[in-house]
């Protein structure tokens, strides 16, 4: 996780364990309610001789299911290995947290080896992608997900990440069709309707969308609270220029999700790092430099240790970095960004997966004091997947008077088939540069 990308601690990392899920046994508990043509197919042995364990582990897929998220996922998987010991579905599920637990994914992966073959399969295609944070893994796992979902077409979830793989390979229209093979199985709860609704925001259908996300909100139980469906709708009125709506529906989320006691464990820092954003790239300098405090006050005093309080007191430093950089004030702007270097520096090899976001902010700075070969130079050490960072970097290449590499850079940003708000915020302006050009 990079230091400037905050919705990705929501997108990636909050509700990513929706994600990668799959049944530890055909559901006869009632805690996910099976469609006749689910009962009537073949899906995933149990993976236990313990009922204990089992029931831990649906109960976690309906949390899931529901966008019930946060630190009970872990306590019931926990409860399951304690249950079995060696159940090795339930280790899987027990590193889905922030950070991530490797140690439990590391035993999950010596356990597939006695579990049946199609846990170990799932296993071992998940724990890849765990330890690759790229794109290309999960890419590449495509194939034998499916070949495993064609052996086990029972199996809903195989089909749920089967479709979010397929989305981040740009593949919609296969990705929709692996959803609704989900749904052909169970349409009763809302995390299937909201990825279904993502791919027609990577089509460019916002107002659809918007509707197929309100509808799932309908399905969503009361003590619920969807972040990554609300997140979604801001990023329709993002991509229509409505930015009040936008921020009108972060800000609600944030109060709900304060309300709710933070559902995730983690402070609502992250929505006001959103809402910070929105507002900065809009142009609102002072109610985002009010938001990157608001959004912080919500930190000193949280259960975060104190590694990752460190991490967000950056994160507050590196957007008062980027607002001060709006605002015209390119001293005070580089005082910053000169002690998130100094933090990374001290912070050893650890930190270094911060350089991306380090080489963001600065390029980002020095782009608005008009230095736009240093912002270039930058810019392109930032991360490459990131569509925002291609954004500044095709911005920085046009001032440059480089067109052609400026072209390249918003195209990249026009391709990008990553559901967040990296890409609601530069995708329009990409889309408007290419068409003016």
Not at 69 to 94: H, K, M, N, V
Not at 105 to 117: C, F, H, Q, R, V
Not at 283 to 306: N, Q
Not at 335 to 360: S, T
Request: net charge negative; with cysteine; hydrophobic share 40%.
């Amino acid at each position: 996780m990079t230091l400037s990308s905050v919705t990705k601690v929501c997108a990636a990392v909050l509700v990513a364990a929706t994600v990668h899920a799959c049944h530890a046994a055909p559901d006869q508990s009632g805690a996910i309610e099976a469609a006749p043509s689910q009962a009537a197919q073949k899906a995933f042995p149990p993976g236990t001789e313990s009922q204990v364990a089992a029931a831990k582990i649906r109960e976690i897929q309906r949390r899931q299911e529901n966008l019930q998220g946060g630190p009970a996922i872990q306590e019931l998987a926990t409860a399951a290995i304690e249950a079995d010991p060696e159940f090795a579905l339930a280790y899987l599920y027990r590193a889905y947290q922030f950070p991530p637990d490797m140690e439990a994914l590391a035993k999950a992966e010596e356990l597939a080896a006695k579990a049946p073959d199609s846990h170990r399969r799932y296993i071992e295609l998940q724990a890849t992608t765990f330890k690759d944070p790229t794109v290309a893994p999960n890419i590449a796992a495509i194939e034998p997900l499916t070949k495993l979902a064609e052996e086990y077409p029972g199996e809903r979830m195989l089909w749920v990440v089967i479709g979010q793989y397929q989305q981040m390979d740009g593949r919609t229209a296969d990705a929709r069709k692996s959803y609704e093979r989900a749904l052909a199985l169970d349409s009763s709860t809302p995390r299937v309707h909201a990825m279904l609704a993502g791919t027609l925001i990577l089509d460019g259908k916002y107002a659809e969308a918007r509707e197929a996300l309100l509808g799932a909100l309908q399905k969503v139980p009361a003590d619920a609270t969807p972040v990554n469906i609300h997140y979604q709708v801001a990023f329709t009125h993002l991509y229509e220029g409505d930015v009040d709506a936008a921020l009108g529906t972060l800000t609600k989320l944030a109060a709900d999700y304060e309300k709710a006691e933070r559902p995730f464990g983690i402070p609502e820092v992250f929505i006001w790092n959103s809402i910070a954003r929105v507002n900065l790239e809009n142009g609102r300098l002072e109610e985002a430099m009010k938001a990157y405090e608001r959004g912080y006050e919500s930190v000193p005093g949280s259960d975060l240790d104190e590694t990752q309080k460190k991490i967000w007191y950056a994160r507050l430093l590196h957007g008062k970095s980027r607002t001060l950089a709006r605002m015209g004030q390119d001293e005070e702007a580089w005082k910053n960004v000169l002690a998130v270097r100094q933090m990374i520096d001290e912070g050893g090899e650890e930190a270094e997966q911060f350089e991306p976001a380090y080489h963001y902010l600065a390029g980002y700075c020095k782009l608005e004091a008009g230095e736009n070969e240093a912002a270039i130079e930058h810019l392109k050490q930032a991360d490459p997947n990131d569509p925002f960072h291609r954004l500044l970097l095709a911005r920085a290449y046009e001032r440059a008077g480089q067109r052609a590499e400026a072209r390249q850079s918003y195209e990249e940003v026009m391709a990008s088939r990553t559901n967040n708000i990296e890409r609601a915020l530069a995708y329009p302006e990409a889309q408007r540069r290419l068409e003016a050009s």
